[in-house]
């Protein structure tokens, strides 16, 4: 499967320090030193003020982000990428529109004008109160359950999928929503809701790549060496803003992810032209020449942790039916050949695990080419 639309994809040695950190008063007990109150004080009122103005608070979502290094982010860490630096932006596929604006912010942690600066990337800073959410050190940043089927370990999907052809990439418009998730170990991984991964229940920009198709490996976001950021303006794991609300304005973003045919490493990109980097070939055994299949849609965890159906929702938590503006969706569809060209999907099929849970509903028009809406509340009197 292809790394993004699969879920549908410690932290930093060295840094130039956070953008965003939540500050120290600095306050520090004096030693071998003449205690003067007063000039002590103004002297400790000084620092404040200082450490007050350089800190920045951590942003709405209570992330610290730091601005790391481009050669010393995580991925450099693994062995084939030591001591090696990024590599350029590939040529996109044909038939791509790219009108990336500088302006645009799509994560709560820019809504104030932050970034990092050229030559750093931005990486969420994992803390204790991260890993110990987590049911272990080791499982920190990596699948609760392992999925080897559709209906295997409580996965619930409601996706459209195609496979029966070689696979370079693929695209859509996905409109995002905050689902609600009442048990801290399920969650909503398409754009992800986590709680036991980040603390909160705001949907989250995050990948997930394997190169077992999940039967071992899988980690998320940039919690291993593998995936090369080169984006300074999108910190993966961060929370998405805006997001749509019931009955009034939809806001969904652009992904695509496909194969550079020079070099043969999946790239990334978020938004409207926002590259925001690659999985290099080599970690990959299945995808390391093609896809055979591209998914895309909705999943929840089902823990059944109180003995029936969870009430997490998919999406808004509305179902497929009720249509724009309230129920979620996918738009624009399309998938990337062997020559490197953007062209629509020929035959996707529909999946609903439990469709009295989470259903879905095709269509295709004009404007928004091939779409689909899907999701619904969960438990309810159809679904026990």
Known sequence: MIPIFVAFLVVVSSSLGPILSLPDSGHRQLVNHTFNPDKDSQKLRRVDAYLKKINKPASPDGD?????????????????????????????????NCTEASSESFQLWT????????????????????????????????????????????????????????YYGAKASINVWA???????????????????????????????????????????????GFVQINNKIAIGAAISPRSSFNSRQF?????????????????????????????????SHLRSHA??????????????????????MGSGKFAQEGF???????????????NNLVPFKNLRLLADHSNCYDIRQGRNNVWGTYFYYGGPGRNVRCP
């Open 64 to 96: 610290v982000i730091d601005c790391v290094l481009s050669h010393l982010q995580p991925a450099f860490d693994h062995p084939e990428l030591r001591g090696k630096k990024p590599l350029d932006p590939p040529a996109r596929p044909k038939g791509h």
């Open 111 to 166: 809504d104030a004008g932050e970034s990092c600066p050229k030559g750093t990337v931005p990486v969420r800073r994992t803390t204790e109160k991260d890993i110990l959410r987590a049911s272990s050190v080791r499982r920190y940043g990596r699948r609760r359950h392992v999925r080897r089927d559709s209906a295997s370990s409580g996965h619930e999907h409601a996706v459209v999928f195609e496979n029966g052809d070689q």
């Open 179 to 225: 689902p609600r998730v009442t048990n801290a170990y399920e969650h909503v991984p398409k754009l992800s809701v986590s709680p036991e991964l980040y603390g909160d229940n705001r949907p989250r920009f995050f990948i997930y790549w394997t190169n077992d198709a999940y039967h071992a490996t899988g980690c998320y976001n940039l919690l291993c060496s």
């Open 252 to 284: 969904d973003i652009i992904l695509m992810v496909w194969k550079d045919p020079k070099h043969g490493h999946w790239w990334l990109e978020f938004g409207s032209g926002l590259l925001v980097g690659y999985w290099p070939a080599f970690l990959f």
């Open 292 to 313: 055979n299949m591209v998914q895309f849609g909705g999943e929840v965890v089902n823990t059944r942790s109180l003995g029936f159906h969870t009430s997490t929702q």
């Open 325 to 339: 503006r309230k129920a979620a969706y996918f738009r624009n569809l399309q998938t990337v050949d062997w020559d």
